[in-house]
């Protein structure tokens, strides 16, 4: 098994307790980052660029696998601290927080030495710092992972930030009868880190067909099932959607997909932290934001086996409304039990059916 590396930050203390207010009611996910990427937008005003494109790291490593190689006297740190704290008020906690998180993930160690051995000069810190308060790059991808369920997911531009609400999913397949031993497709893998969790729920038999036709979200998903040990589980295949299934057509458990499903008109008004960093390709649900999740329910059938189960993370309430509508009157020979489920914020979130 792979040696796994963590990142400095206890996986407990990475998010906020999840909020149940009336506010998430009127939120998409994905019009949202995280909480530790998208909070920024409400307190820091967006630096405005002309080319949206955001030019690759030089080291696309994870920050917190980076080696720690670089001497910095003590005081050199402690400056860099008061100056990066002066970027932003007082009460911006979040950022505050970000800037604890930045200096535990580049540190080799959690305690104190002089001089402090880190993991990337003290100037590329600064540089990190600088383009995710004043260009709201994602924290996630300033450091390079995101914390997940009880993962430590590596991300970079180009692969989508795995959601809070999202985590819920692998709850879902593990409420399904003799998953353990069956066969998964996630389609749309982004990170793996769907993927990955699975995996670690399954027996000897079970294996999970990780796709996605990003050639950077196969790369990252690599190395995240690597990190975890679970190559023996996560078979990743370069593709569209269901076109890398042919050979397991009518043989799956099941099928999960978290899709772009955000209508094509809403993108200009996404949050900066998403629309100038996350990719397009992950985010866009054509007009509607229904493209890609109708193709889904129209391949669906010629993968399940009798029994299979689906799940399928929407836009929220309206999105999932219909398909289970559409499901449940088009498809109704082929599925049953077909529908939306809620997620923390009791938006519907999922839905889920059975093959019969």
């Known amino acids: 098994m792979a040696t796994l590396s963590l990142s400095s930050r206890p996986l407990t203390s990475l998010r906020p307790s999840r909020p149940n207010r009336p506010l998430h009611r009127l939120l998409r996910s994905k019009l949202l980052a995280s909480s530790s990427s998208t909070s920024a937008s409400f307190l820091t005003p967006p630096t405005p660029r002309s080319d949206p494109t955001t030019t690759p790291d030089t080291d696309p490593t994870p920050l917190f696998l980076r080696p720690a190689t670089h001497p910095v006297p003590a005081a050199a740190l402690a400056a860099f601290r008061q100056r990066a704290a002066a970027l932003v008020p007082p009460f ?19 305690d104190p030495s002089d001089p ?27 450091v390079g992972n995101e914390h997940w369920r009880d993962l430590v997911v590596a991300v970079r531009e180009g692969v989508l930030i795995p959601r809070p609400e999202t985590e819920a999913v692998v709850d879902m397949v593990r409420g399904v009868e003799g998953f353990e031993d069956g066969w998964w497709a996630d389609l749309g893998t982004g990170s793996g880190a769907i993927a990955v969790a699975v995996a670690r729920e399954l027996g000897s038999e079970g294996k999970v067909l990780a796709v ?5 979200a196969v790369e990252v998903a690599r190395l995240n099932v690597q990190r975890y040990g679970v190559q023996d589980k996560v078979e990743i295949r370069h593709g569209s959607w269901f076109e890398p299934l042919e050979d397991v057509k009518g ?4 099928v999960i997909s978290n899709p772009p499903y955000i209508p094509a008109d809403d993108l200009p008004g996404l949050q900066p932290e ?22 889904l329910c129209e391949g669906l ?6 029994g299979g189960f689906f799940v399928f993370e929407t836009n929220g309430n309206k999105q ?20 939306a489920v ?15």
């Open 212 to 216: 996605d036709v990003s050639e950077v």
């Open 251 to 254: 043989k799956l458990t099941g």
């Open 92 to 110: 911006a906690r979040h950022l505050h927080r970000h800037l604890r998180w930045l200096l535990a993930d580049a540190s080799s160690s959690p």
């Open 320 to 339: 999932s409304e219909f398909l289970v509508d559409l499901i449940s009157t088009k498809w109704s020979s082929s599925f049953h039990n077909v529908k």
């Open 301 to 306: 059938s010629s993968v399940l086996k009798p």
């Open 342 to 356: 809620l997620d923390f914020a009791d938006i519907k979130r999922f839905v889920t059916g059975y093959r019969r």
């Open 116 to 142: 402090a051995l880190l993991r990337a000069p003290l100037g590329d810190l600064e540089a990190m710092w600088e383009r995710h308060v004043r260009d709201r790059r994602p924290f996630q991808y300033v």
């Open 274 to 295: 998403v629309g100038w960093h996350e990719p397009k390709l992950a985010l866009d649900g054509g007009k509607d934001g229904l493209e890609h999740l109708l193709h």
